[in-house]
């Protein structure tokens, strides 16, 4: 599986948009972008996967460049409950080994009032 | 019911003591993952199973031995720990292969070891 990189940390106000990038410059044609958060002392929990498409969903968007080496995942109205931190992952689809998903370091967001 | 349910939540034990964590999941999956965060660090990944087979093992010592009576269930037996395997202990499950996989990890909310 590919190797993310994702900023330590970001801050963003309440109410506006927060804009995660993540790179992943050696993503494979079949590999696919997916991102979790995790807010303090819970499981991580899923937000939105894409290929090469940009996705929307009820929680977030998500754009793939189009060489598709880095992606950004957009929370378009911030909230409070939107502190944790954000784990940007590339993984195989179909994989027969039910999948390897192995977590980066993550971006810890702050959102401030 | 898309819950990954995890038991204990907590757990002390000493360095003798055998213990097992608990993982249980009624959505079908047939992908089941063990992972092991510590504090301010990424979960990484130890086992998984698919279709009730031990399908990877991240070189994790033996003494910590996972076990898949079934679809449903997980387990992950611990003996002879250490206080550095002191972490939250998160469990997982996907959809196999199949039209239904999305490749989303569905997580619990982990257990939490303190071996002293």
Request: hydrophobic letters at 30%; glycine letters at 6%.
């Amino acid at each position: 599986d590919a190797k993310t990189t994702q900023p330590p940390s970001m801050d963003c106000a309440e109410g506006r948009a927060a804009n995660l990038p993540c790179n992943h410059s050696t993503i494979s044609g079949n590999e696919y972008v997916y991102w979790y958060r995790q807010i303090h002392s819970q499981g991580p929990q899923y937000i939105i996967h894409g290929l090469k498409n940009n996705e929307t969903n009820e929680m977030a968007s998500l754009i793939i460049t189009e060489d598709r080496k880095s992606s950004t995942l957009i929370l378009p109205h911030a909230t409070l409950r939107d502190t944790a931190v954000y784990y940007c992952i590339v993984r195989l689809y179909f994989n027969t080994n039910a999948g390897k998903s192995t977590f980066g370091d993550g971006t810890t967001l702050t959102v401030k009032p | 019911d898309t819950e990954v349910t995890q038991t204990p939540k907590h757990l002390v034990m000493g360095m003798t003591n055998k213990k097992s964590l608990k993982c249980e999941q009624h959505m079908g999956h047939r992908a089941m993952y063990w992972y092991k965060q510590k504090a301010k660090k990424p979960p990484e990944l130890m086992f998984v199973y698919s279709y009730e087979k031990l399908s990877i093992n991240e070189s994790v010592p033996s003494r910590f031995s996972p076990e898949c009576p079934n679809s449903s269930l997980l387990n992950l037996h611990l003996h002879a720990l250490q206080p550095e395997d002191s972490a939250l202990y998160l469990c997982a499950s996907s959809h196999g292969k199949g039209p239904k996989n999305t490749g989303e990890l569905f997580f619990g909310e982990g257990s939490r070891l303190t071996v002293l």
